[in-house]
Nanobody, 127 residues
Framework: QVHMVESGGGLVQAGGSLRLSCSNS????????MGWFRQSPGKEREFVAG????????YYADSVKGRFTISRDNAKNLVFLQMNRLKPEDTAVYYC????????????????????WGQGTQVTVSS
């Protein structure tokens, strides 16, 4: 069973940085593609970044490309989202998502592509 918990959110000024972590206490991340999504009030959950099961491939939303970096440490069952040069429009609840084991080094960008979700962590960026 996959049980994921996000941490690292908080309040930061525009231009600052935060590092989000996703841990799994119920299973390992081995063989699972992972992703980060975010959702702000009145909007649908949107894709932020994804990483293939071995970490060999990554993909980013245009809005965060060049500022955010997704990475993983399968040995420690951790996935990270390094967020730099944060903007007020980055304010949202950020969710970690895991895909059920599948073959191939594939990155998934749709919410429906994922099977397990964390509870979310709030990121607030002030101007």
């Amino acid at each position: 069973q996959v049980h994921m918990v996000e941490s690292g959110g908080g309040l930061v000024q525009a231009g600052g940085s935060l590092r989000l972590s996703c841990s799994n206490s119920g299973d390992t991340f081995i063989s699972r593609a992972m992703g980060w999504f975010r959702q702000s009030p009145g909007k649908e959950r949107e894709f932020v970044a994804g990483i293939s099961k071995s970490g060999g491939s990554t993909y980013y939303a245009d809005s965060v490309k060049g500022r955010f970096t997704i990475s993983r440490d399968n040995a420690k069952n951790l996935v990270f989202l390094q967020m730099n040069r944060l903007k007020p429009e980055d304010t949202a609840v950020y969710y970690c998502a895991a895909k059920a084991p599948r073959p191939g080094e594939i990155v998934y960008a749709g919410p429906k592509d994922y099977d397990y979700w964390g509870q979310g962590t709030q990121v607030t960026v002030s101007s």
